[in-house]
Structures are given as C-alpha cells and as structure tokens.
C-alpha cells in the first residue's frame, strides 16, 4: 500500500509536466514547449524550414540539430518578446539570412549559430541590438573588418572552432560594449592579429586566444582585461613588461605551451592584481629571483610539469597571498627552506613537490623532517610521491620509507 502511494506521488509531477510540455495550447506540430509557450523547442525533428505558426509570445525559440538553410522575416513576423534564438547545427549560410531576416524581432539579444559548417563568411546581416552571438565551430577563415561593424551593444561574442587566420584592422571598431570575446581552437598566428586590433573593445575583460598559432603575446592588448588565455600557442618567450599595461588582469593561462622556454625578469611587471598564474607544462627552464616580481597578489601559482631545474631563495617572497604552490615534476634537485618560508609567505597553506629529481642529502634534511613534523604552514602534498634520485645509495627510495638521519652530507 505504501509503495502504491509512493507511485501515485513520483508519477503525478511527471505526468503534470507531459501535459505542460506537449499539450500546451499553441504549441507547434512536434514542438515541445515550456512555461505555456515562453520556450519554444523544435530541436532535432528534421526541419528544412522555421515551423509557422509559432505563438507571437514566444521568449527562447530552439531550432538547433535541423536542415534549416534559409530563414526569412516572414518566419519571424510578430514575435516581438523572441529574446533568443538557437539556430546551430543547421545548414545555414550567409545567403541564408536576407537583409530583413531579423527586422521583426526587436527583442532578440541572444543568437547562436553555432555548427553551421557552409558559413565561410561571417554573416553580413545581424540584427544590430544583438548582445550575445556564439558563432562556434563554422568555417570562418577571415574576419573583415566590416564583419561586426552593426554588432555595437555585443557583450558576448565567440568564434571558437572554426579556423580563423586573421581579423582585419578596424574589426573591433564598433565593439565598445564587448566584454567577452573567445577565439579558441583557430588558427590565428601572429600576423593574424593586428597590432591595437582588440583596443576599441575598451570594456574587453575576457580574452579567450586558446589554442592558436602565436608565437609572441599581442601588444596593445585592452587595458582593462581581466581574464588573459593564452594556452596552447606557440609562445617561446614572456619578454620584460609584456603585461605591463595589463593592471586590471587577476588570471593568467599560458599552460600546455611545451615552446615557452623562457620567461624574462620582469615579465610580469604591472600584474598587482594578478591572483591566478597558470604556466603548468610549458619548457620553462629557468626562475630567476626576478621571474615574479610584479606579482604582488597573486595567491596560486602553478608550476607544474615544466624544466626547472632549481628555485632561488626569494623567487616567491613579493607574493604575500601566495597560498598554493605548484613546483611538481620539474628538475628540482633541492630547495632551500627559505623559498616556503611562512614568516615570509604567511598564506602559503599547501605546495606540489612531487616528481623532482631530489638529491637526498643534509641540504633536504629539513624537508624531510618538516613532512614528519605535522607538515603544517605549509603542508607538503602527497609527501610519499617525494622520490630521491641521489645520492646512488636513496635512489628510487621514496621518504616515507627514510628518517631524516639518512639526509646526510658527506
Ligand atoms: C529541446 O529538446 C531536445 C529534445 O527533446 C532536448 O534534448 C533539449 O535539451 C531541449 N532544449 C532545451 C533548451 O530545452
Ligand atoms: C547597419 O546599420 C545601418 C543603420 O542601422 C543600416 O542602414 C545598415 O543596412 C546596416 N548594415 C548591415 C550590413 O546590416
Ligand atoms: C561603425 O564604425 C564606423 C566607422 O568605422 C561608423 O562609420 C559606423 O557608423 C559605425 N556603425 C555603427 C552601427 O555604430
Ligand atoms: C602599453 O601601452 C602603450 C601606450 O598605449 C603602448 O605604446 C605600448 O606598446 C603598450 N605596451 C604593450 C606591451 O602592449
Ligand atoms: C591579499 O588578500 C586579501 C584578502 O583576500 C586582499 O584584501 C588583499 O588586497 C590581497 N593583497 C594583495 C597585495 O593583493
Ligand atoms: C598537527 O596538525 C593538526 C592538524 O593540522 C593540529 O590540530 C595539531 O595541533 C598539530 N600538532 C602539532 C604538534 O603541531
């Protein structure tokens, strides 16, 4: 009996919503919709055309995953509450959208056209009062300068995924509003971005170039840039004072950069606000006492699986947020007490040390004996991957499996 009721009470809110969802009055052939008709949804039912008859209160309209290759404004006439509208994985091109398309939405903010693998070009018309655009995974090569000249209240634009070589000068010119702008995945080298060409964007606080061809950091970045992403290029060097006029940027990525051999004292000079440095698997091969100067807030550092063969005493000691270190599976042979010292550091709670090629002797003891003692301020992650490789007697000899008397010098 009880089970019984427990049925009744799982299936009615299920039952409920199958009403809500399919049998909404006004709801497309084969649609689903939500909240009465608020959200339209005719996603993956084998559409060539936008379905008629879609209720003029219409707020998110979904046609993604269709055989969509044409919209006209007839399609959308009436639907002046359509906020957003996703057209990706279709067959659009930019013939595909007239000029008037979107003349009869005046509500529309959020548009993607995502996966729509014939757009060669970026299409010339958009409705100008769009705010977001994901234009994801298409077949964009070159960016004109034209190409977003009506687009000037874009808060959100990306063109990740789709092989983009080069954005013309002047491209960002009317982008005043844009906070937001994710290129990854393409193949913009250095030449490809012109010098200043992200400098209208003067509200820009997001900047996504993962996974491009760089081989330097592009000057005359906007200068209020918050979020930097630069991994997987082919960076080889972080001149002195790359970032200098970068004062607002609080997170750093150049990670997965094998190119990256050498970062230059005062590289980082200008980056008080910096919290977040991310430079794990890069060829770093060398921290000098000035490799982090200008890094005054930042509290993670990320070091990890790069070739550095030793720490100065100081490397760290301008960070005094630092709270999380990671120096694993690098060269380190030994490391001097005084580089986690927390009468300096008081933040520093945990470091990665494991996967260094430590020479176990009286220059480590302390080390060894700090693991023992609590390890506390700061705590040694994972203190038993800690392996010595010197001296010939400790090596392959894990600590956990030594006492700080066989650190020994002699
Ligand atoms: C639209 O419907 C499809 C198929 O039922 C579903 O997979 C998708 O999550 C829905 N999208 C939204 C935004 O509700
Ligand atoms: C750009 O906007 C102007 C003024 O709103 C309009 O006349 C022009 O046709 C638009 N151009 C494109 C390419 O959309
Ligand atoms: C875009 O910028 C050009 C100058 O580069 C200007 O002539 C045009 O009016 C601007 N368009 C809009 C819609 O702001
Ligand atoms: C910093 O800004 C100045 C003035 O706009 C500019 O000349 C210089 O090239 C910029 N430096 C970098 C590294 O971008
Ligand atoms: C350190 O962190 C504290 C609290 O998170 C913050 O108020 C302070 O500004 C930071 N110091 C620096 C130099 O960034
Ligand atoms: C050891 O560490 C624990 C947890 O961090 C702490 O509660 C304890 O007081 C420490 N003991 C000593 C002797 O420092």
């Given at each position: 009996m009880a089970s019984f009721r427990t049925a009744i009470l799982l299936l009615t809110p299920a039952v409920l919503l199958a009403w809500v969802t399919v049998?909404?009055?006004?709801?497309?052939?084969?649609c689903e919709c939500e909240h009465g008709t608020l959200i339209v949804n005719c996603s993956r039912?084998?559409?060539t055309r936008v379905p008629?008859?879609?209720?003029?209160?219409?707020q998110q309209l979904i046609l993604e995953?269709?055989?969509?290759a044409k919209v006209s404004r007839d399609n959308f006439?009436?639907?002046?509450?359509?906020?957003f509208l996703d057209l990706s994985s279709?067959?659009?091109?930019?013939?595909?959208?007239?000029?008037?398309?979107?003349?009869?939405?005046?509500?529309?903010?959020t548009l993607d056209l995502s996966?729509?693998?014939?757009?060669?070009?970026?299409?010339?018309?958009?409705?100008?009062?769009?705010?977001t655009l994901y234009f994801i995974q298409?077949?964009?090569?070159h960016v004109k300068k034209?190409?977003?000249?009506?687009?000037?209240?874009?808060?959100h634009l990306d063109i990740s995924?789709?092989?983009?070589e080069s954005i013309a000068p002047g491209?960002?010119?009317?982008?005043?509003?844009?906070a937001v702008f994710y290129c990854d995945f393409n193949k913009l080298n250095d030449n490809g971005i012109p010098t200043s060409?992200?400098?209208?964007?003067?509200?820009?606080?997001i900047l996504g170039l993962r996974?491009?061809?760089?081989t330097r950091v592009p000057v005359?970045?906007?200068?209020?840039?918050?979020h930097l992403d630069l991994v997987?290029?082919?960076?080889v060097e972080l001149p002195s004072?790359?970032?200098?006029?970068?004062?607002?940027?609080q997170t750093l990525e150049i990670w997965?950069?094998?190119?990256?051999t050498t970062i230059d004292?005062?590289?980082?000079?200008?980056?008080?606000?910096?919290q977040i440095l991310d430079a794990t698997s890069?060829?770093?091969?060398r921290v000098t006492?000035?490799?982090?100067?200008?890094?005054?807030?930042?509290?993670q550092v990320y070091l990890s699986?790069?070739?550095?063969?030793a720490i100065p005493?100081?490397?760290?000691?301008?960070?005094?947020?630092?709270s999380s270190l990671w120096l694993d599976a690098?060269?380190?042979t030994t490391l001097s007490p005084e580089v986690l010292d927390t009468s300096v550091l008081?933040?520093?709670?945990e470091v990665y040390l494991w996967g260094n090629p430590w020479t176990c002797d009286c220059h480590l003891r302390w080390l060894k004996e700090h693991i023992d003692n609590?390890?506390?301020?700061p705590t040694i992650q994972d203190p038993h991957l800690n392996v010595c490789n010197a001296p010939p007697k400790l090596k392959g000899r894990a600590f956990d499996t030594l006492s700080p008397n066989d650190f020994v010098c002699s």
């Open positions: 049998a909404a009055p006004g709801c497309p052939e084969h039912l084998g559409l008629t008859a879609i209720p003029a209160n219409v995953n269709n055989n969509i006439r009436g639907l002046k509450s359509l906020q279709n067959q659009l091109n930019s013939e595909g959208i007239p000029a008037d398309a979107f003349d009869d939405v005046p509500s529309l903010q996966d729509n693998r014939k757009f060669e070009d970026f299409p010339t018309y958009l409705p100008s009062q769009l705010m298409n077949s964009l090569k034209e190409a977003f000249a009506n687009l000037s209240d874009l808060i995924y789709n092989g983009v491209a960002f010119h009317n982008l005043s509003n844009l060409v992200f400098q209208p964007a003067s509200k820009l606080s996974f491009n061809q760089l005359d970045l906007p200068p209020g840039l918050e997987g290029n082919k960076i004072r790359v970032f200098s006029n970068l004062t607002e940027l997965q950069q094998p190119s990256l004292d005062d590289a980082f000079a200008g980056l008080g606000k910096l890069t060829g770093l091969n006492g000035r490799t982090m100067d200008g890094l005054t807030g930042t509290w699986l790069n070739k550095i063969p005493a100081g490397a760290f000691h301008d960070m005094k947020n630092l690098n060269l380190i008081p933040r520093l709670s609590n390890n506390t301020a």
